[in-house]
Structure formats: structure tokens, C-alpha cells
């Protein structure tokens, strides 16, 4: 097949999604091609039967911003017409399913009749979605896609409840490549954040609101005074400044460490012996998910689809939103008992097995094929 992803190119979890499924596809024989303002922050080497077509941009005095949504369709509808895509694949509601109906209207004028797949991430429902100036637009390019689907069972009842759809959505997970994502011993690194043998705690996210960053620093806080311990804290964002100003205000700084954005994460996580994910909202977790093949606990809120990655008693433990009191006592309780740690480290490791790229990839594969088989027949 040849296939068409239009994706977010930063680190959010669906521009991350999206360019792991490339990947996984072009591995898989198809030919893969990206669409996007710039190259995905996942793309980072050659690979065969993988393309990038970036969107260009316009500048006009009339225009207060670029027309981004036209420029996208404009470049949907060259690279289907002069690569001859079977299938477009579009991650995130908006606008990236919106301007795939405005090409598929386009290219149905043409004669070429393009399926197209849209997969929702989160954010595009719960937040972006359930903006009343957005949500008509939101539900018209849900209902108007001719496959869609979900990262997780919670993102799914939460769409079909909040646009009063009937629309089919099929749940397919995220996923990782665990060739990258698994526990390598590196004591160096260890000690040069741990060097008397503290524990380590990390937090990996885009530091906005509703990751809740500075519930982390509370609980780490509580946990700072009964056992020594380091918290390393990843990512950057709007909340880092606010972050950084509670660490100093609460004296914690010299044992907490913002390493800003990083790309070999799978590094860090390997050193790690708990990841604290307190988010407000998570329609999956992808970064508790990492961190679980690296063989790392976690503890994370019970909100969206946590619970469908996370297995409280399992593989870490689930609490209560914003009960930081919470975290730690379930942090002591794993980082002071050596064998539980142990057995949930491993319970971890297996659960992540689940999420492999081997076992997501072919189901994205047979919905494609049922979409443009479907597509076929209609036309």
C-alpha cells in the first residue's frame, strides 16, 4: 500500500504515534509518505520507502496568519494525485481531519476517490474538541472520516458521549518499539545523578497544566523525607518556570534535576527506579508505557486511559487525582520493599510486551485494507 500519514511533527504523542506507525509500516513493505510542516521529532534517520512533504507556507498582508488548513490541503491533494496514495491517514481531529474532507472533496472532483483514516489522540476531544466553536467542526470531520479511531476504550466512550455520535470507533492502542524501550545497565550514569545510591524517580512530559508537574514535586517532597532520593524531572513546557519556582520555594532543588527535552530517554528511563505520572487527563499514557518496558513502576492518576496501561497492584499503583499524599505512601511502600519493587518491575516489563509495535502495526494494516476495500465498492 501506499500511504499518506499527516501528523503533528513535535513531541506530543501523536505526532510520536505517527511516526512509529510510519516507521513500522515502511518495515512492513509499504510505502510511507509524511505530510507535515516540518520533519516529525521521531524521524530521525533514513529509512527506505519513508517521504517527507512539507507544507509550505504563505505570507499575504491581508492574512493575520498563513492559511495553514489550505496550504495542508493543497499538499494532500499533490502528493495523492503525483504519488498515488491508496489511503491518508490523518492524526489529531483538528485541523488535520478537517482539511482531509476538504482534499478528499477536491480529489473526488479529479476522479480519485481517497479513503481517509482518522486517529483521535486526546487532546483533539477533551480539550480542543469541547471548545463550543470547535466542537461542530469536530463531530462533522469525525462523522465525515471513513474509518476512525481511538488510542483507548476511555477516549472512545468519552468521544461517542460528547458528540452524541453513532459513528463507528475502533479502539487501537498506542505502541512502542521495544528494541529501543528496554532496561541496559549503565552504572556511570546512575551514579552521576544517584552517587550515594539514592533511589531515583522520574517524571517525563510537555510540563503543561494538566500534566500536573508540580504534584510531582509535592510528593517528591513527602518521599525526600524518609529515604534519600533524586527526582529527575524531562521535558519542558509552559509549567517549567512555575515548577522550578516550587522546588526552590520548598528547599528541594539540589535534589531535583530539569534535564529539559531529551530524545534518548529510553537512557534515563534505564536508571529509574519509579515514574510518577499525576496528570489531570491521559486518553492513554504513552510515557508510563515506556517507561513499564524499561522495567520501571509507576505510579500515576486513575483518570482517562491510565488504568487500561497502568494495572494498580500490578505494575505500579492508580490514585486518586491530585492526592499527592498518596503518591508517596505508595512510592515508600515499593521503593522500601526490594521484592515487591522487583516483581512489579517485571510485571511492568511484561504488560508493556502487549503494546508492541508487532502487535498494533498489523491491526492499522487491516483497517486500512478494509477501508479501501469499502471505499471501492461505494465508488
Known amino acids: 500500500m501506499r500511504i499518506g500519514i499527516v501528523c503533528y511533527p513535535t513531541y506530543g504523542g501523536s505526532g510520536v504515534l505517527a511516526t512509529e506507525l510510519g516507521i513500522g509500516l515502511a518495515q512492513a513493505g509499504h510505502q510511507v509518505h509524511f505530510i507535515s510542516y516540518s520533519r516529525p521529532a521521531r524521524l530521525t534517520s533514513y529509512y527506505k520507502d519513508v517521504f517527507l512533504h512539507e507544507v509550505g507556507s504563505f505570507e499575504y498582508p491581508l492574512f493575520k496568519h498563513p492559511p495553514y488548513d489550505s496550504l495542508l490541503a493543497s499538499k494532500i491533494v499533490d502528493v495523492v494525485e503525483h504519488e498515488h496514495l491508496d489511503v491518508l491517514h490523518v492524526h489529531y481531529a483538528i485541523p488535520h481531519a478537517t482539511v482531509a474532507f476538504l482534499a478528499k472533496q477536491i480529489l473526488k472532483s479529479k476522479g480519485i476517490t481517497l479513503p481517509i483514516v482518522t486517529t483521535l489522540h486526546g487532546t483533539d476531544i477533551t ?199 498518596m503518591i508517596a505512601e505508595k512510592a515508600l511502600h515499593l521503593l522500601n520493599d526490594d521484592k ?26 487491516g483497517l486500512y485494507e478494509s477501508c479501501i476495500e469499502t471505499t471501492a465498492k461505494v465508488s
Not at 524531572?233 to 517549567?240: F, N, Q, S, T
Open 127 to 325: 480539550l480542543v474538541g469541547l471548545d463550543a466553536s470547535l466542537s461542530s467542526v469536530v463531530k462533522f470531520s469525525i462523522e465525515n472520516s471513513d474509518k476512525v479511531t481511538a488510542v483507548s476504550k476511555s477516549l472512545k466512550e468519552q468521544t461517542l458521549d460528547f458528540f452524541d455520535t453513532s459513528k463507528e470507533i475502533n479502539v487501537i492502542y498506542n505502541f512502542i518499539d521495544l528494541k529501543r524501550f528496554q532496561r541496559r545497565t549503565n552504572p556511570d550514569l546512575r551514579n552521576n545523578f544517584a552517587p550515594n545510591g539514592e533511589k531515583i524517580i522520574v517524571h517525563i512530559s510537555n510540563f503543561r497544566p494538566v500534566k500536573r508537574v508540580e504534584d510531582v514535586i509535592y510528593a517528591f517532597s513527602k518521599i525526600r523525607k524518609e529515604i534519600p532520593v533524586k527526582l529527575l524531572l524531562i521535558g519542558d513546557g509552559p509549567e517549567r518556570i512555575k515548577a522550578e519556582k516550587t522546588c526552590r520555594e520548598m528547599g528541594t532543588c539540589n535534589d531535583i534535576r530539569f534535564l529539559g527535552k531529551q530524545d534518548a530517554v529510553e537512557d534515563l528511563l534505564s536508571i529509574a527506579d519509579l515514574f510518577v505520572l499525576p496528570s489531570a487527563n491521559e486518553s492513554f499514557g504513552l510515557a508510563a508505557l515506556e517507561a513499564m518496558a524499561c522495567g520501571v513502576p509507576v505510579i500515576s492518576s486513575d483518570v482517562g486511559g491510565l488504568p487500561e496501561v497502568n494495572e494498580d497492584g500490578v505494575t505500579g499503583y492508580l490514585c486518586p487525582l491530585g492526592n499527592t499524599d
Open 340 to 365: 515487591l519493587h522487583a516483581q512489579f518491575a517485571k510485571n511492568a516489563t511484561a504488560k508493556a510486551q502487549t503494546f508492541s509495535r508487532a502487535n498494533i502495526v498489523p491491526q492499522y494494516q
